[in-house]
């Protein structure tokens, strides 16, 4: 049985660094929100478990800034997907401002986890080396086994799908474990669109119950 509420995973970096790429390598059936991203709705299976996952696309929101996308973006990210390009070390040093934004806005900071994703696929360039990229992962807390890349071939299918699974499951994983979450009422979120509409014509928002994935 999949789990009721999904984990949500977003997509971070700065405009033209391959999110997109990544996102339609990951997406069969995507569809646009309310507020115009990109989001694939999908059932990740982890062992004995189905868990409901909603993948997010900024689509080029952030063209000039992070500060350019929306609070609602983040909001309820459990998981995200560091995107940076080999050959561009400002790609990487910018996505510092972004593990900043999420961090200040997640409704789940304890459980967070980040992942890193390297886009080698138009580049030769050896700019961003080892010691760059492991400062950079000891800062943001990224452990070695969610340091991912994508080829300048076409990226297997089953070695890409295997590299997002673990990421949803330390995301799942880390939920689990964690202690901190209050599982209180929450403010809807537009991000899920899950908006229960008021009767009422004097409420223009709507309060619905948010339960945590924390245990």
């Not at 991912?148 to 076409?154: A, I, M, P, Y």
Request: glycine fraction near 4%; aromatic fraction near 10%; proline fraction near 2%.
């Amino acid at each position: 049985m999949a789990s009721t509420q999904p984990y949500n995973i977003i997509l971070a970096g700065k405009y033209g660094v391959g999110k997109s790429v990544l996102f339609q390598h990951l997406s069969r059936d995507a569809t646009k929100s309310i507020r115009g991203w990109d989001k694939y709705e999908h059932i990740v299976s982890l062992g004995p478990e189905d868990v409901q996952v909603v993948l997010w696309d900024t689509a080029n929101m952030e063209r000039n800034n992070v500060l350019s996308v929306s609070k609602s973006y983040f909001t309820e990210c459990v998981g995200v997907m560091m995107v940076y390009k080999k050959g561009d070390l400002q790609s990487l040093m910018e996505l510092d401002a972004w593990y900043i934004r999420v961090r200040d806005i997640t409704q789940f900071r304890d459980a967070l986890v980040f992942s890193l994703w390297c886009n080698d696929s138009d580049s030769f360039s050896d700019e961003i080396t080892p010691e760059h990229k492991q400062r950079y992962m000891s800062k943001w807390g990224i452990p070695p086994e969610l340091d991912f890349s994508l080829g300048s071939e076409e990226e297997d299918e089953d070695t890409l799908m295997r590299q997002y699974k673990m990421l949803v499951e330390t995301a799942r994983d880390r939920c689990n474990a964690c202690k901190t979450c209050s599982g209180s009422l929450k403010q809807s979120t537009r991000l899920q669109e899950n908006i229960t509409l008021s009767t009422s014509t004097n409420t223009t928002d709507s309060i619905l119950t948010k339960k945590c994935f924390c245990k």
